[in-house]
């Protein structure tokens, strides 16, 4: 039965740093194309970082420098570790398998003072 798990989500400091997981079964992760989406309150979905089967990543412009997706083949899980954070960054992030479409729950970050 494939599963993602979401974790590591919560409220952080504008400027603070967050680590989200993303714990997969039911399939390989490294076999497979792996994004991170988030939606903000009131906005639609959109994709945040992207980690291909061979380890190529791309983040969208206004989270580089700041996000980095990464992997652990081992533990078969999906991680986001978020840097300098923003009030904009609030959103429920979602991790995705890009093949078959499998969609976590979602963790929720929120960034305030």
């Known amino acids: 039965q494939v599963q993602l798990v979401e974790s590591g989500g919560g409220l952080v400091q504008p400027g603070g740093s967050l680590t989200l997981s993303c714990a997969a079964s039911?399939?390989?992760?490294?076999?497979?194309?792996m994004y991170w989406y988030r939606q903000a309150p009131g906005k639609g979905r959109e994709w945040v970082a992207y980690?291909?089967?061979?380890?190529?990543?791309n983040h969208r412009d206004s989270v580089k420098g700041r996000f980095t997706i990464s992997r652990d083949n081992a533990k078969n899980s999906l991680y986001l570790q978020m840097n300098s954070l923003e009030p904009e960054d609030t959103a429920v992030y979602y991790c995705?398998?890009?093949?078959?479409?499998?969609w976590g729950q979602g963790t929720q970050v929120t960034v305030s003072s």
């Open positions: 995705r398998e890009a093949v078959h479409n499998y």
């Open positions: 980690i291909s089967a061979g380890g190529n990543t």
């Open positions: 039911g399939f390989t992760v490294s076999d497979t194309a």
